[in-house]
């Protein structure tokens, strides 16, 4: 069974960087792609991007000039680096497979609370 | 983008009785590109239905989704208790994908 956990800071100061990692167990990660969605409080669930292990990225238009993805299959991992944050970033920040391409999510991670505040 | 509408926001319902959620998309979702989820607190969302009524791997037969166009339902068709939760409808279709609010299920 396949499993993403997120990992990385859970405070991030305004104007810098927020960095997660999504580590992938039980599969291979060479069919799928690899997505970040967010849901602040209160709000609904965003798409942030997604990555294909070769390289092909697709990011949300709104956040597209502040966002890199990466993935490193050696590590079974994927990353994600939102840079100059504000308090509008405060949010659960989550991973998800979306299988052979499609656009839905089959698996997901537990959600990682991200703060970002001084 | 497409805007998903999630009716209603929160749905009190007993155990062993229909829950009936509506999602409806500002235009028409191509291909029915529709899915939808189940999220309980500290848990991981599940995937529960895509391509508007194609069941997930591993989900009950009690959950049924349908709908084409702008209007899409999901049905729990007797509730457990561990069916109580927040449900989430996203449309894949157009892009950039987007999410209803979500409807909270309680008891």
């Known amino acids: 069974q396949v499993q993403l956990q997120e990992s990385g800071p859970g405070l991030v100061k305004p104007s810098e960087t927020l960095s997660l990692t999504c580590t992938v167990s039980?599969?291979?990660?060479?069919?799928?792609?690899w997505n970040w969605i967010r849901q602040p409080a209160g709000r609904g669930l965003e798409w942030i991007g997604r990555i294909y292990t070769s390289g092909y990225i697709d990011y949300n238009p709104s956040l597209k000039s502040r966002v890199t993805m990466s993935v490193d299959t050696s590590k079974n991992q994927f990353s994600l680096n939102l840079r100059s944050v504000t308090a509008a970033d405060t949010a659960m920040y989550y991973c998800a497979r979306g299988p052979s391409g499609w656009f839905y999510f089959d698996y997901w991670g537990q959600g990682t609370l991200v703060t970002v505040s001084s | 983008e497409i805007v998903l509408t999630q009716s209603p926001g929160t749905l009190s319902l007993s155990p062993g009785e229909r829950a009936t959620l509506s999602c409806r998309a500002s235009q028409s979702v191509p291909s029915s590109y529709l899915a939808w989820y189940q999220r309980k607190p500290g848990q991981a969302p599940r995937l529960l239905i895509y391509g508007a009524s194609s069941r997930a791997t591993g989900i009950s037969g009690r959950f049924s989704g349908s709908g084409s166009g702008t209007d899409f339902t999901l049905t729990i068709s007797r509730l457990e208790p561990e069916d109580f939760a927040v449900y989430y409808c996203?449309?894949?279709?157009?892009?950039?994908?987007?999410f209803g609010q979500g409807t909270k299920v309680e008891v």
């Open positions: 039980g599969g291979s990660m060479s069919i799928d792609y």
């Open positions: 996203q449309q894949y279709g157009n892009s950039p994908q987007t």
